[in-house]
């Protein structure tokens, strides 16, 4: 099994057809700044976890190397329409893109 790289060009277009978005760094990185949208599960807690994560779901980190990780456990058990945001949050923001901070609504 496998999952697909995607780039911040194509993640608005994948929250507007339903696609959940999960963070997957540690609660303080997140609270710090996380995408608009996207819940915190660390990959640190993952394990037990994984019925968490559904498909057409999207793993994000700062880079995109946690999050590849992360997608590469859940493929690994048979989870299909994983999404692993290439580049993470740095490129967000390189984008332009603001991050929320704190505690998600």
Known sequence: MTYQDI????????KREGARLIDVR????YLAGHIPGAVNLPLSELD???DEIG?????ICASGN???QAA???ASQGRTGLMNLSGGTAAWMRGGHDLNR???P
Request: overall charge negative.
């Open 7 to 14: 780039f911040t060009s194509e993640l608005e277009a994948k």
């Open 26 to 29: 540690e609660r303080e990185e």
């Open 48 to 50: 037990g976890r994984e």
């Open 55 to 59: 498909p057409h779901t999207v793993l």
């Open 66 to 68: 946690r999050s590849s």
């Open 72 to 74: 590469a456990h859940l």
């Open 102 to 104: 704190g505690e998600q």
